[in-house]
């Protein structure tokens, strides 16, 4: 596999593996917190304050590969000109 195809395959699935498991990450916590909720409604303001901060270190890590994924991104143009060459032939 040459370096320009490994790169195009870590660019399209990178961010998409961030996006699900950080999805499944806020939804583990968002279970969590209903279910402490549940057992104890006069924490409902604690375990929301928690709940919104956890969601949003989650989310921070998922910019971040969105981050990586748009420099890798801009590395991937002389790679879409090279297969346009080789088709050309």
Same mark, same amino acid.
Request: net charge neutral; aromatic share 4%.
């Given at each position: 596999?040459?370096?320009?195809?490994?790169?195009?395959?870590?660019?399209?699935?990178?961010?998409?593996?961030?996006?699900?498991?950080?999805?499944?990450?806020?939804?583990?916590?968002?279970?969590?917190?209903?279910?402490?909720?549940?057992?104890?409604?006069?924490?409902?303001?604690?375990?929301? $304050?928690? %709940?919104?901060?956890?969601?949003?270190? !989650?989310? /921070?890590? &998922?910019?971040?590969?969105?981050?990586?994924?748009?420099?890798?991104? $801009?590395? %991937?143009?002389?790679?879409?000109?090279? !297969?346009? /060459?080789? &088709?050309?032939?």
């Amino acid at each position: 596999m040459s370096y320009e195809t490994a790169l195009a395959l870590g660019v399209s699935l990178g961010v998409t593996i961030a996006v699900l498991a950080a999805s499944m990450a806020q939804a583990k916590a968002a279970v969590a917190a209903m279910e402490a909720i549940a057992r104890q409604p006069d924490m409902a303001g604690n375990v929301r $304050g928690l %709940l919104l901060l956890t969601l949003a270190l !989650i989310e /921070s890590l &998922v910019i971040y590969c969105l981050i990586v994924f748009f420099t890798l991104q $801009g590395k %991937l143009a002389p790679v879409a000109e090279m !297969i346009q /060459s080789h &088709v050309g032939r």
